[in-house]
Each structure stands twice: as C-alpha cells, then as structure tokens.
C-alpha cells in the first residue's frame, strides 16, 4: 500500500501559467481532500469529494478546480496561477477504509512567481 | 461557520516534562476533535482522536480531553522525548471529511 501518492513534490509556476496537482490513493476510500498550509494559518479546506463524480467546496475554492472520475485519483487544477496560491498543498483522503482518520500526502510546494 | 483557535503557537519543553497543548472550537455540532503531528517536509500523520460522546482517550503517553460544554480540547504528552519535537494541529469537524484546522503549535523538546 502506498498510501496517498501526490505529484510532483515541488513546482515553481510563473504567473497565469496553469498546472494540475496530482493525487492518488489505494486505500478505496470514498473521501478526498484538498487542503493548502501557508504558514501561521494551518491547513485550509479548499475542495473535497465524498464519492467519483461529486465534488463540493471548501474554505477556499477561488481559483482551483477539481473533478472525481474514479474512486483513486482527485486532481487539483489551477487554471491560472497566481503569486496568493504559493502553498504547501495537501491531499487526504479518508472513508470505510479506513474509518473516520484522514490519511495525507507527502505534499506539493507551489511557488508562484 | 466553525473556527478552531490553538494555543500556544511554540512550546519549549525539557525532556521527560510534559507539554498541554489547547483548542477551541465555535460550532457547537461539531462532533469529531483529531490531533495531527507533522514532521519537517512530510504531511500530518493522526496521532490521536476523540469523539464528542466521549470526555477522555489515552493512547500511551498521549491523552486528549473534551470539554463540550466549554468547547475546548487538550492534547497532553507526558515524558516527553526528542522525537516528540515537531508541529501538532488539533482539528474539529461535524462528521469526518470538513476538518477545520487550528494554527498549529510547534513542540520543542530539548535533551
């Protein structure tokens, strides 16, 4: 089992470029998340899937798309980056599998340039 | 919606005391109160729960306590070693997917 797999690990964007963060896992599980860290703010919802073709938002969905096409993978788009979305990027999921604990990524380190 | 403050944002401790780290909650649905501990480059990994039909839960030397009625919760490290050093976030939810994170805390405990 790997786990939750998310790539790439880092990633330096120029502003109004578009790039789409990856996230697998293989623990079936039916919830996924998305969360960005920035420092003295901890982790903020920004969208999340409780099953393949539902999405909803979180705290802060502007600038980010999501979709849910299968139960593994929950791609996070940012359509047209900017200098606000340098983050630190996590996903997570979590369901039956493996009850309510919500297991991470190794994260993303956006920068924005 | 919910907000989940967290105290202290740095806490320095010798080895073998113990550390209290507290939280706050606003909404009062929320039902589901996680501890997370991240490591320097690497996400946060669970290390304790508790649900709100339940006041205390230990896990060797890591309990968590409720209060409901104040809506405030506590992570408590007793014997602290080197390795407990890194950053703890505490979390409340109503249900297991929309965690709310505090700010986080980071533990600094010295030999």
């Known amino acids: 089992n790997a786990g939750v797999t998310q790539t790439p690990k880092f990633q330096v964007l120029k502003t109004g470029q578009s790039m789409t963060l990856q996230c697998a896992q293989d623990?079936?599980?039916?919830?996924m998340s998305w969360y960005r860290q920035d420092p003295g703010m901890g982790l903020r919802l920004i969208h999340y899937?409780?099953?393949?073709?539902?999405?909803d938002q979180g705290e802060v969905p502007n600038g980010y798309n999501v979709s849910r096409s299968t139960t593994e993978d929950f791609p996070l788009r940012l359509l047209s980056a900017a200098p606000s979305q340098t983050s630190v990027y996590f996903c997570?999921?979590?369901?039956?599998?493996?009850?309510?604990?919500?297991?991470f990524g190794q994260g993303t380190r956006l920068t924005v340039v | 919606g919910e907000n989940v403050e967290q105290h202290p944002s740095t806490l320095s401790v010798q080895e073998g005391d113990s550390a209290v780290i507290k939280c706050t909650y606003s909404d009062s649905a929320s039902n589901y109160f996680p501890w997370y501990k991240q490591e320097l480059g690497k996400g946060p990994q669970l290390i304790i729960d508790?649900?709100?039909?339940?006041g205390e839960k230990k896990d060797q030397r890591i309990a968590v306590t409720l209060n409901k009625t104040a809506k405030h919760f506590s992570l408590h490290i007793t014997e602290t070693q080197p390795e407990d050093s890194a950053v703890y976030f505490c979390?409340?939810?109503?249900?297991?997917?929309?965690?709310?994170f505090g700010t986080g805390t980071r533990l600094l405990v010295s030999p």
């Open positions: 508790i649900r709100s039909n339940v």
């Open positions: 997570a999921s979590n369901g039956r599998g493996g009850g309510t604990e919500a297991f």
């Open positions: 979390a409340a939810s109503n249900g297991f997917q929309k965690l709310v």
């Open positions: 899937s409780v099953g393949a073709g539902i999405t």
């Open positions: 623990m079936n599980h039916e919830y």
